[in-house]
Every structure is written in C-alpha cells, then in structure tokens.
C-alpha cells in the first residue's frame, strides 16, 4: 500500500528531524544564561545597553533560541503530512481537511523560511559577519519557498477538485 509507505517515510522524516533538533538544544550552552543573570544584576547603567558584550551576547542567544522555535515550527508543519495520508487512507481525497492542510504546510514552509532568514541576518550583524540574502537564501531554501507555493496551488487544485466532485455527486 502506497499510503503505508508514505507514512512510514514521514514519521521516519518526523523522527529524524525532531532527533536532530534536540540534539541541537542539547549541545545550547544553558549555563550562559546563569551568567545573564548575574550580569543584569551588576550592569553598568550608565553604559549603552544596546552596545554593551553582554547584551549583544544576550542577543545571540535570544535569536538561536528563535531558531530553535523555528526548527520546531518547521516540524510541526511536517506532521500536517501525516493528516492528509490519513484523509486519503479514508479515501477522502479532496476534503476540506486536506485543503486545509495543504494550505497550513504552504503556510509553514514560506513562514519558516522568512523568518529564519531575518533572524540568520540578525545573527551576522550581531557576529558582525557580513551577509549575502541571496547566498543564503540560495544555500538553504531554495527549495522551501517553491514547496510551499507548490503547496498553496495544491490547496487550490484540491478546493476546485471538490467543487467539481460536488456537482458531479448531485447530477448523479
């Protein structure tokens, strides 16, 4: 059974992704944050916070910490693959359930990808790295931006099949 097999190759992406975001956060150095703490209570008030080490460091970790959630967000979307291969496992192929899923994971890829690259552009300012939108935009999403267009129009394809499924069940 196809359906089967597309199952088990997403809970096989879903396993593998969640596995290497938490592998991630595991390897986050938390101890920085006691040191925030610390640091908040001794600041000079009379420096510049904005230009200050610690709150530049506290910077970064507030935008890896974004990552994260990103990461976490970009796996959520994935388990909306899930639902539809339910849906079609009922022979619900064009519900509006699986409209809405397609929408939703269009959503999520194109959501996912803009705000990572703002927060990756973020991140080389706050490094003082220089940043290239394009090279980054080409060296990782290339391919999340067009899937979740691919995904929009899918959406659309779906809600026009159903509309045609309708009419044809009533002259019937």
Partial sequence: NNTTLLRVITYVVLISTTSILINDIQEFNFEQFKSFASWSKSVNKN????????????????????????????????????SILKEIEKENYFSQKNINYFKKIGNVFITYTINVL???????????????????????????????????????????????????????
């Avoid at 080490?53 to 693959?81: D, E, P, Q, V």
């Avoid at 991140?123 to 935009?137: M, R, W």
């Avoid at 129009?153 to 309708?166: C, G």
């Fill in 118 to 172: 703002v927060l990756q552009f973020l991140l080389s300012v706050i490094q003082g790295a220089s940043f290239n939108f394009f090279k980054e935009l080409k060296n990782e999403f290339t391919f999340l931006i067009p899937c979740g267009l691919a995904f929009y129009l899918l959406a659309e394809i779906f809600k026009r099949a159903k509309t045609l499924k309708e009419e044809n069940d009533l002259t019937i």
């Fill in 47 to 82: 420096e510049n916070w904005f230009t200050s080490k610690n709150a530049i460091m506290w910077s970064y970790y507030i935008i890896i910490t974004a990552l994260f959630f990103w990461r976490g967000y970009l796996i959520y979307g994935f388990t909306h693959f899930v």
